[in-house]
């Protein structure tokens, strides 16, 4: 079993859009979530970072973590063109040599 | 002040052979990291180095390697190189505080193509 589940999409939605993006994850002891983006032929930037459950808002994106269910889910209201990209969750303890990240979600926001 | 650089951007090179790959992180992180990322998966852990010691080692055969010199600089080295091999190589830049690592500033990384 993976550490991380993603689905890989590819998800497409139309211009000021609501997106929902998931990730589920299999160890309990995960501790540390974030949300990086990645643009073609780039490397991965870092969007958000959450320690515990909750929600954490960060102008147009809300991250959200459920432990109970070892769910993570990020949001991007208002989505943009600009937004298109693979957006990758990682996780992992904050005191760990290694973070485990998802295989990616393909997101085109169309004008 | 720059991110985290790494050389070259593209690498084309014949089965069997070496390569390294090299990475200079953001001035005052301690850590590098070394992640493999082939078309259409997320980065899988290849190393990590703090304060040039290994700290971690992913699930890579004994043909990767890798090293931290004294400016915290960084080097990964892949010996008889496969098809396989083939990848978008990133280097993760961390500012550890206190044991704890805050997230990674990934360079844009090195594709590496083997044929």
């Known amino acids: 079993q993976k550490e991380v589940e993603q689905d890989p999409g590819p998800l497409s939605v139309p211009e000021g859009a609501i997106v929902s993006l998931n990730c589920t994850y299999s160890n309990s002891a995960f501790q540390y979530f974030m949300w990086y983006r990645q643009y073609s032929r780039k490397g991965p930037e870092l969007l958000m970072y959450?320690?515990?459950?909750g929600n954490k808002e960060d102008g147009r994106f809300t991250a959200q973590v459920d432990k109970s269910s070892k769910y993570i889910s990020l949001f991007i209201r208002d989505s943009q063109p600009s937004d298109s990209a693979t957006y990758l969750c990682a996780m992992g303890l904050i005191t760990g040599n290694q973070f485990y990240f998802g295989t990616g979600t393909s997101l085109t926001v169309i004008p | 002040d720059a991110g985290v650089t790494q050389s070259p951007t593209h690498l084309i090179k014949t089965r069997g052979q070496h390569v390294t790959l090299r990475c200079s992180p953001i001035s005052g992180h301690k850590s590098v990291s070394w992640y493999q990322q082939v078309l259409g998966q997320g980065p899988q852990f290849i190393f990590q180095y703090y304060e040039k010691e290994e700290r971690g080692r992913g699930n890579f055969p004994d043909r990767f390697s890798a090293r931290q010199f004294p400016n915290y600089s960084s080097e990964l080295n892949v010996n008889a190189l496969l098809l396989g091999d083939s990848a978008l190589y990133l280097c993760?830049?961390?500012?550890?505080?206190?044991?704890?690592?805050?997230?990674?500033?990934f360079g844009s990384g090195t594709r590496l193509t083997v044929v």
């Open positions: 959450t320690y515990s459950s």
């Open positions: 993760a830049s961390s500012l550890i505080l206190q044991g704890r690592n805050y997230g990674y500033t």
